[in-house]
Every structure is written in C-alpha cells, then in structure tokens.
C-alpha cells in the first residue's frame, strides 16, 4: 500500500531513509531521489491524519509555514510532506546557534498564530481536558510506580478538582494552542523571512484553549533547559507581538498552565518508560519536577499545590527509581 501511494504520487524510484522515532507511533522517512524534498509520514491507527491535514492548511493560510501536503491517504494513514530539512531548533541550539535570537524567533511566530482565529472544531484543551490528561499519566501511570498501588477514587476527585479549579479564572481566554510548542517541533527556513522563518512541526494535537499554554511549552521545555536570556527574548518578543494582551493576567495563566503540563510531562515519561520500553525518556524526569516546584510557588496554581501537599509528600516528587525500571 505505502509503495503503490509513493508510486501514485511520484516518488515511486524515490530511495527511503527512515528518521529516527520518538515518542508518538507515527513514523517518518525521508524520500531521496524523487521530484522534490520530501517525508512520508505513516501514522498507523490509531493515529488519524486528518486533523494535521486541516491544521497543517490552517497555517499555511494564515501566512505562516507548516509542510505543505503534497499527496494524501487518510484512510491509510499515509502522508507525503514537503521536506524542510534538518536544521530544527533543537539541533541548531545544540550546535552552539545563538539561543535568545531563536527563541524570540520561535515567540514571534507563536504570538501571529495565536493572533489569528483558530479553525473550526478543534477539540476542546480546556480544564476538563487538562484534568483527564493529567490523570491519563500521573494517577493511572505515576502513582502506582511510585506508590506501589492504584490511586482511589477520593484521589481521583480530589486531583480532578484541583486542576478545574486552579484552571477556571482563565476559562474566558480561547485560541489556538499548538500542545508541543518547542525546539524540536520547530524549524529554521533560511529563505523565509520574519514570521515564516520558523517552520511548525507535529501540531495535530492542537486544541482550543488559553495560548499561555504554547508560551509555557516554549520557554519552560520539558526536554531542555533554557537559559533566562533565552526565555526573557521569547517572553518580550510574544508580548511586542501581541500588545493588547493583558500581561499580568496571562502571566498568572502561563503559571497555572506549567503546573498541570509539568505534573502531566513528568509522569509521561514514566508511562512511556513502562508502556513502551522508552527508558530514556526519564532522563528528563528531574527537570520537569523541578519546573513544577516552581510554578506551584504563583498564587495561580494554589488549588494544585494544596492538593499535592496533602497527597503527595515532598520526597516523593519525583521520578520512580530507574533501577526499578523493566529491563
């Protein structure tokens, strides 16, 4: 099936050079050889090509870059994609590249696709939401690696209400939120200027809720420090990009927002590590329990601090042993 789409569209002769996986199912394999640059994207069920084909026009409608589709099989899950390269933010800020200057990049183009009007149905990522995801990870995988039982049902209400309610003041704000807003999702496109230089990659999670979300994504990176010069330029260049924003109000939503994704991250990698046998993943376990110390110190986020005081002891914060860990 892959080889007769890949035929159907071109690239038949195209020579196939698989890209390394990460932590979602879908894979990717750059073309060589064929009419132009190209990834195939292959996204098995119960993966769904759909939403980043609409989310993917989206963006290119509104002036900014994502791949551009050159052939589709939603029902096979098959995507042929233009090529942008190598040259992510990631890598580019691992080979020494000058970090602020990209990270004010990266919130540039972030603030102008939260300025636009978000495309119809995208799936709410909202309190309710944010509550199942954070449950999804630390109550169903964390807690019983870490606590060596299943949490109860009080548990279950208790964490539920404090992310509903430490998330509720900031209901009335919606847009787009990208979910995976950082280094290794965006690209550097040399022969692009302002905010199409930075190409955006893996958003088919996107959902509708407060944008403080993405800005947390980006300047407190679950994968990488980032050093408060950096952070500092995305932080100025978001908030010079969008002035009429209220800046104390999203200040106190991008706190509330790192408090439920740094509990909800830092549990993840337990569950890809038990799941999926992607123990490495935990190497990023410390920094993210970190990130949520912090921001449990705002106002914004005391609903989840006083749940997590009387829950979860101090000690306990943190990743389970590795040692522990299946082999």
């Known amino acids: 099936m892959t080889m007769a789409f890949l035929k159907a569209a071109g690239f038949g002769a195209a020579r196939l050079d698989p890209l390394p996986s990460a932590a979602s199912a879908r894979r990717y394999t750059r073309l060589l050889g064929g009419p ?16 980043f084909i609409a989310i993917a026009r989206h963006i290119l409608g509104h002036g900014l870059s994502a791949p ?32 602020p200057m990209l990270y004010a990049e990266a919130a540039e183009t972030l603030a102008a696709l939260h300025e636009a009007a978000p495309p119809p149905s995208l799936p709410a990522w909202d309190a309710a939401a944010m509550a199942r995801a954070t449950a999804a990870t630390f109550l169903d995988w964390w ?14 209400a208790g964490l539920d209400c404090a992310i509903r309610s430490m998330l509720a003041p900031f209901a009335g704000t ?18 692009r200027s302002g905010t199409r230089r930075t190409g955006l990659l893996d958003f088919q999670d996107a959902g509708l809720g407060h944008p403080a979300y993405d800005l947390v994504s980006l300047v407190q990176d679950a994968r990488r420090d980032v050093a408060p010069a950096a952070r500092d330029a995305a932080i100025e260049s978001y908030f010079a990009a969008r002035p009429s924003v209220a800046r104390d109000d999203f200040t106190a939503a991008m706190a509330a927002c790192a408090a439920q994704r740094h509990l909800r991250v830092a549990a993840l990698w337990v569950r890809l590590s038990r ?13 993210c329990w970190r990130l949520l ?3 449990l110190e705002h106002p914004a986020a005391a609903p989840l601090r006083l749940w997590l005081d009387d829950a979860v002891p101090r000690h306990l914060r943190r990743s389970p042993d590795p040692a522990k860990e299946p082999a």
């Open 143 to 156: 807690w019983p690696a870490m606590m060596g039982s299943a949490p109860d049902d009080a548990l279950r």
């Open 293 to 295: 110390a912090e921001a």
């Open 174 to 191: 919606q847009g787009f939120v990208h979910r995976d807003y950082f280094p290794a999702n965006l690209m550097r496109l040399d022969g």
């Open 68 to 99: 551009e589709i050159i052939a589709a099989d939603p029902e096979a899950g098959l995507l042929l994609l233009e090529d942008f390269g190598d040259a992510t933010h990631a890598a580019l800020l691992d080979g020494g590249a000058d970090a």
């Open 275 to 287: 799941r999926d046998n992607k123990h490495h993943y935990l190497v990023h376990g410390p920094r």
């Open 36 to 51: 132009r640059p190209a990834l195939l994207m292959e996204a098995p069920p119960p993966e769904n090509t759909r939403p």
